[in-house]
């Protein structure tokens, strides 16, 4: 398995490192008080000159993040809306499907605590999977993580930019239940 580590749990403004805690992606986005939040997500540019020894990044791509309508995604000199890209599944949502660069069908499952990413076919085979970071108080302290076979190691930067864009839905969907419990409702469905 490939381990890529974040910096923190905040997906959308953090640094992931692979297994030699070279940086290889990083995301970031703005804050902003009004109008639409985007999230670039850069790659590491290959560095063959020894004489530059700081890390070079290309932007990967862009997540426009909508409240009401579609968010975007912006890759390649494309922009595709969210619900074209990676369009819900399931009875609830709780389940984003895409076409890989590969030309087979992928699944992510946004589960309470997780997201899992399986090819959307009979087999259901889990390729991806990500962990939160725990504290310690139980087990060892781990930064989170996410954990990717090898078998879909060629599709990485499709995984990562749809892996940023279900997570973030993900934890609003908890947030909000959280928040519905705190307040003494029956809670967002999850």
Same mark, same amino acid.
């Given at each position: 398995?490939?381990?890529?580590? @974040?910096?923190?749990?905040? /997906?959308?403004?953090? &640094?992931? %490192?692979?297994?030699?805690?070279?940086?290889?992606?990083?995301?970031? %986005?703005?804050?902003?008080?009004?109008? /639409?939040? %985007?999230? %670039?997500?850069?790659?590491?540019?290959?560095?063959?000159?020894? $004489?530059?020894?700081?890390?070079?990044?290309?932007?990967?791509?862009?997540?426009? +993040?909508?409240?009401?309508? $579609?968010?975007?995604?912006?890759?390649?000199?494309?922009?595709?809306?969210?619900?074209?890209?990676?369009?819900?599944?399931?009875?609830?949502?709780?389940?984003? /499907? @895409?076409?890989?660069?590969? =030309? !087979?069908?992928? !699944? +992510?499952?946004?589960?309470?605590? &997780?997201?899992?990413?399986s090819r959307d076919d009979a087999s259901r085979t889990e390729v991806a999977r990500f962990h939160r970071a725990t504290l310690g108080i139980v087990g060892r302290k781990r930064k989170a993580m996410l954990q990717v076979s090898p078998e879909v190691a060629h599709m990485m930067d499709t995984i990562i930019m749809t892996f940023i864009y279900v997570e973030k839905l993900?934890?609003?969907?908890?947030?909000?239940?959280?928040?519905?419990?705190? =307040?003494?409702?029956?809670?967002?469905?999850?």
């Amino acid at each position: 398995m490939i381990l890529l580590t @974040f910096s923190t749990e905040n /997906v959308r403004n953090t &640094v992931i %490192t692979n297994e030699q805690g070279q940086i290889i992606y990083k995301t970031e %986005t703005p804050f902003k008080l009004v109008g /639409v939040r %985007t999230t %670039t997500i850069q790659k590491i540019k290959p560095n063959d000159d020894q $004489s530059h020894m700081q890390d070079q990044f290309d932007v990967l791509g862009e997540i426009e +993040w909508h409240k009401f309508t $579609s968010s975007k995604f912006r890759y390649d000199g494309t922009e595709v809306e969210a619900k074209q890209f990676i369009p819900r599944k399931g009875l609830l949502g709780r389940k984003r /499907v @895409f076409i890989g660069p590969d =030309s !087979r069908p992928y !699944r +992510w499952d946004l589960k309470f605590k &997780v997201v899992v990413l399986s090819r959307d076919d009979a087999s259901r085979t889990e390729v991806a999977r990500f962990h939160r970071a725990t504290l310690g108080i139980v087990g060892r302290k781990r930064k989170a993580m996410l954990q990717v076979s090898p078998e879909v190691a060629h599709m990485m930067d499709t995984i990562i930019m749809t892996f940023i864009y279900v997570e973030k839905l993900r934890k609003d969907k908890e947030r909000a239940s959280r928040s519905a419990a705190a =307040s003494g409702g029956l809670g967002a469905g999850l």
